[in-house]
């Protein structure tokens, strides 16, 4: 919606209520304080009435805001099916992402330590990320509204191609202290602590500096892309987190296992 003046979203809120009879909208400022987001369940089971809905609507905003020349700008049913594909497709390619990424560590560092210690790191940063996006989706903490839609998709996508490029420098590292002799002798939670501490500053420069610029995107972009960005930001960051932690830590557990069942000979990760 839009509007020619701000508008007090609780007196929006009021007298949309009662023309919907009684079910309460949800009210948010998107860009300008004069442009409103409304989501509304009322006549949500018979998407035949639309236009009875934005009927209502504007009979809503004409009762104490008729001065400010209400328009709606665009409207839109997403009913349970278009819901339902956004969520089977964002499950279907995350999923395949995972699991494309994971072989391909599979074949390069020939260990199914480190393919599923980088599939668990995905898997954890995708479920933190979309959960915090939901969470704030949800709640009115943030001046923008968040939606889940394809570029939610995307977003979930590049994160995750970002984070498995910070477990193939961690694992070639890790490769490479392998080769010192007496290594070997070591635990791999050690020799993987170690790596961990040589390739710390490289990731942390590298993530920054993306950072800047995804943070730039989020707060001068439009408003269509602030969904994008804030889900980008929270998987970068999230990202060099879960791989110190996750991808370190399980794929360590996962070669100790490998060496206590072949104690002749350790797990090759070269």
């Keep these: 919606m839009a509007l020619t ?3 007090s979203l609780d007196q929006v809120q009021e007298d949309l209520t009662a023309a919907f009879e009684g079910t309460v909208p949800v009210i948010k400022t998107v860009g300008a304080k004069n442009d409103l987001l409304i989501s509304t369940s009322y006549l949500y089971d018979q998407p035949n009435r639309q236009a009875d809905v934005e009927k209502a609507l504007m009979e809503g905003l004409r009762k104490r805001h008729a001065d400010a020349n209400p328009q709606i700008v665009r409207s839109a049913l997403v009913g349970p099916s278009v819901a339902e594909d956004i969520r089977s497709s964002a499950v ?4 395949l992402g995972i699991l494309v990424i994971a072989l391909y560590l599979l074949l390069r560092f020939r260990s199914f330590a480190y393919s599923l210690g980088s599939a668990a790191s995905l898997l954890v940063t995708t479920l933190v990320i979309l959960g915090i996006y939901g969470l704030l989706s949800w709640s009115d903490l943030l ?3 968040l939606e889940a839609n394809q570029d939610t998709i995307a977003a979930a996508l590049t994160v995750i191609g970002f984070v498995v490029h910070d477990s193939v420098i961690l694992f070639d590292r890790i490769r490479e202290e392998r080769k010192r002799p007496g290594a070997e002798a070591l635990p791999a939670a050690e020799l993987h602590s170690q790596s961990v501490n040589l390739v710390f500053i490289r990731t942390l420069l590298t993530t920054l500096t993306v950072v800047q610029v995804v943070v730039i995107l989020l707060l001068i972009g439009g408003e269509s892309t602030k969904g994008f960005s804030l889900l980008m930001l929270l998987g970068f960051l999230f990202g060099v987190i ?9 794929s360590a557990l996962l070669l100790e296992r490998f060496r206590r069942r072949s104690p002749a000979a350790a797990p090759s990760s070269r």
């Design 242 to 250: 879960s791989t110190i932690y996750v991808a370190s830590d399980v």
């Design 143 to 145: 001046p923008f509204s």
């Design 92 to 95: 279907i390619s995350v999923t």
């Design 5 to 7: 003046r701000p508008a």
